[in-house]
């Protein structure tokens, strides 16, 4: 397995930065944009492997051949939240990835998880400032 990693203090407590990120996969704002922004292909396949409230979250998602469209073993995604105060929360973002996955990317898996790793921060990140 081939790993990225990210960690960021967010301003915000615990139980938000898990509820967001729970309530993320299922959401239809992020499911349009997950069709809009894969036009083509199968709808979402991120599923939860693994919970602790408040403390962890695993999401994995299938990786999408783009030149025959299978989908085969792709990202796993893992959230470890750490309160660090009543109002500040440590978030330690990884993502792996197969080998077989890498094969397939032709070098690019490792720049698209660290763009993927990228979004992903900026969304937490946007917690911090609510939308009005």
Same mark, same amino acid.
């Given at each position: 397995?081939?790993?990225?990693?990210?960690?960021?203090?967010?301003?915000?407590?615990?139980?938000?930065?898990?509820?967001?990120?729970?309530?993320?996969? #299922?959401?239809?704002?992020?499911?349009?944009?997950?069709?809009?922004?894969?036009? #083509?292909?199968?709808?979402?396949?991120?599923?939860?492997?693994?919970?602790?409230?408040?403390?962890?979250?695993?999401?994995?998602?299938?990786?999408?051949?783009?030149?025959?469209?299978?989908?085969?073993? #792709?990202? &796993?995604?893992?959230?470890? @939240?750490?309160?660090?105060?009543? &109002?500040?929360?440590?978030?330690?973002? /990884?993502?792996?990835?197969?080998?077989?996955?890498?094969?397939?990317?032709? /070098?690019? &898996?490792?720049?698209? /998880?660290?763009?993927?790793?990228?979004?992903?921060?900026?969304? @937490?990140?946007?917690?911090?400032?609510?939308?009005?």
């Amino acid at each position: 397995m081939r790993k990225t990693y990210a960690s960021v203090d967010i301003e915000v407590p615990v139980a938000t930065c898990y509820s967001y990120v729970k309530n993320s996969v #299922g959401n239809p704002k992020f499911l349009a944009a997950y069709r809009e922004l894969h036009r #083509g292909r199968r709808e979402y396949s991120g599923r939860f492997l693994n919970e602790s409230e408040n403390r962890r979250l695993v999401i994995h998602e299938k990786a999408i051949d783009s030149v025959t469209g299978i989908r085969f073993s #792709g990202w &796993t995604i893992t959230y470890d @939240l750490e309160p660090v105060s009543e &109002t500040k929360t440590k978030v330690d973002v /990884s993502l792996e990835y197969s080998v077989f996955m890498a094969l397939m990317g032709m /070098s690019t &898996t490792k720049l698209q /998880s660290i763009n993927e790793m990228l979004g992903r921060g900026q969304s @937490l990140l946007a917690l911090e400032y609510p939308q009005r």
